[in-house]
């Protein structure tokens, strides 16, 4: 469960305004009941948009694309391109333009912006654009890393992208969302590496995903005929897959093509092999604090075939006190669980010797959490391991480029579960509404986001750390 601000994804956490038991396990999303009074708003309470989430075989866009640029726009063709591709219109984007249409989505390439007056250009082009956007759209604005900039009012000059589309999706209506693609100089002229980020983030797949920046890199991206099932023929492991979002994440693979093993503790074993049956994997009764824990996994995947394509580390518990009442125990079994055992658990996969290890060009993915950016009352020691979650994807990916290994993580922020439901409507109502999109998120807005780590399109893309949080007000 996620609750207020945040929580693991295995385990229920508490938050500063809730406390329940330790080392609880998720329990399946709660779904909504019609009537019942805890989910009646008062009146006058503004209702959230209904956000549109993806289905089988859902258009990319409920509308056209926009798509502009500053200067040379370097990105913008391949971005029109891309979206041609994928089954949706484009047209051309200008401070004149009239639209006939509810758009879709805008795409507005900036990369080529070195001076701050040409930012203007965005402010003109933009505006009238979501004055035309319907409901759930998106706004995609491109931009080349500041870091790859020696000048300085350059540098200032892209960075202030990041503010204006953090900004903007704070203001974006009716579900809509705003993302920011910072693409490295020498991957502006390559489609293949922007397509499956471009798509993730027009599609409906980033429906709680906005006022977040990701970079691109260059690489060698496989040729891929169905974006719709990247994963086909992928062999992929999900820990702490018996219920709630690890479930949910096993769902998404599944739906992506993938073979599934999928790990829990023994105590979790009935609902781990109803999970795996329903979707065709292979269910482990496992504890990743054992020290085997890394051989047994490749043992099974090693009975899948050769190599593993997706390590997904998702298993996770929280204990919680206040930092003075927290004892050794409740601290060490935290660090152990999420993310000691990931250290463990990767030596040995990472090892090319290992039959069923991770492949070259493999999959890290783990779950962080906005309360390891932002802090969470009496979560100290909760905190501490997400944190570190990230300081292991920023290192360990650069550690692992020469093998074309990426690793990413996704942190949550408040994700409707069964157990928030628990909480008393005034705080979950608080949860909820800390956000751009003033509404909590699905279990599967999380697998979505990893699923798009996963599929081999997102090769450019490592060190990263998204936020499925519909732009959280907490942390950074």
């Known amino acids: 469960m996620h609750s207020f601000p945040s929580a693991p994804p295995v385990d229920s956490a508490s938050s500063r305004f809730w406390r329940q038991p330790s080392e609880r396990h998720l329990l399946e999303p709660r779904q909504h009941q019609p009537g019942r009074q805890e989910d009646r708003r008062p009146a006058g309470s503004p209702r959230p948009a209904q956000l549109r989430r993806y289905a089988e075989g859902q258009d990319l866009l409920a509308g056209p694309a926009a798509v502009a640029g500053i200067g040379d726009a370097p990105v913008a063709a391949a971005a029109a391109g891309i979206i041609k591709a994928s089954g949706a219109d484009v047209v051309q984007a200008s401070a004149e333009a009239s639209y006939d249409t509810k758009l879709g989505a805008i795409v507005f390439d900036a990369s080529a912006a070195r001076t701050l007056d040409q930012l203007d250009e965005l402010r003109a082009t933009v505006g009238p654009a979501i004055k035309k956007?319907?409901?759930s759209a998106r706004l995609v604005v491109i931009g080349t890393p500041p870091a790859e900039l020696e000048d300085a009012e350059a540098a200032a000059t892209q960075q202030a992208l990041e503010g204006i589309t953090r900004s903007i999706g704070k203001e974006m209506l009716r579900g809509s969302t705003a993302n920011l693609l910072w693409v490295d100089q020498d991957a502006q002229h390559d489609p293949s590496v922007l397509a499956a980020p471009l798509r993730f983030f027009l599609s409906s797949r980033s429906a709680y995903v906005s006022g977040q920046p990701v970079r691109v890199r260059a690489a060698d991206v496989p040729d891929s005929?169905?974006?719709?099932?990247?994963l086909t023929g992928r062999i992929a492991v999900i820990t702490g897959a018996a219920r709630g979002i690890g479930a949910e994440i096993a769902k998404v693979f599944a739906?992506?093509?993938?073979?599934l093993i999928l790990v829990d503790i023994p105590a979790a074993g009935d609902s781990l092999s109803k999970v795996a049956n329903?979707?065709?994997?292979t269910a482990l009764q496992l504890d990743v604090t054992a020290e085997d824990a890394g051989a047994r996994i490749a043992e099974a995947v090693a009975r899948k075939g050769d190599k593993l394509h997706v390590m997904v580390h998702n298993a996770g518990i929280t204990r919680d006190k206040?930092?003075?009442?927290?004892?050794?125990s409740r601290w060490g079994s935290v660090l152990d669980v999420n993310l000691r055992s990931q250290f463990r658990i990767n030596k040995t996969l990472l090892d090319p010797s290992v039959k069923g290890g991770l492949a070259e060009g493999g999959r890290i993915i783990g779950v962080a959490s906005i309360s390891g950016?932002?802090?969470?009352?009496?979560?100290?020691?909760?905190?501490a391991s997400k944190a570190g979650v990230i300081g292991m994807v920023r290192q360990l990916s650069q550690n692992l480029a020469d093998r074309e290994i990426t690793v990413n993580a996704v942190a949550p922020g408040f994700i409707e579960t069964e157990m928030t439901a628990k909480i008393p409507f005034a705080t979950r109502e608080v949860g909820r509404r800390l956000n751009s999109l003033l509404q909590g998120g699905s279990p599967t807005d999380v697998g979505e986001a990893i699923a798009f780590f996963a599929e081999p399109g997102s090769a450019g893309v490592t060190g990263q750390v998204l936020r499925v949080c519909g732009q959280s007000q907490l942390g950074a």
């Not at 739906?255 to 073979?259: D, K, Q």
């Not at 206040?322 to 050794?328: I, K, S």
């Not at 950016?373 to 905190?383: D, E, L, P, V």
């Open 133 to 135: 956007l319907g409901s």
């Open 225 to 230: 005929t169905d974006w719709r099932h990247p």
């Open 255 to 259: 739906r992506a093509g993938a073979t």
């Open 278 to 281: 329903k979707l065709g994997a």
């Open 322 to 328: 206040l930092f003075v009442n927290t004892d050794e």
């Open 373 to 383: 950016i932002g802090g969470n009352r009496g979560q100290s020691n909760y905190a």
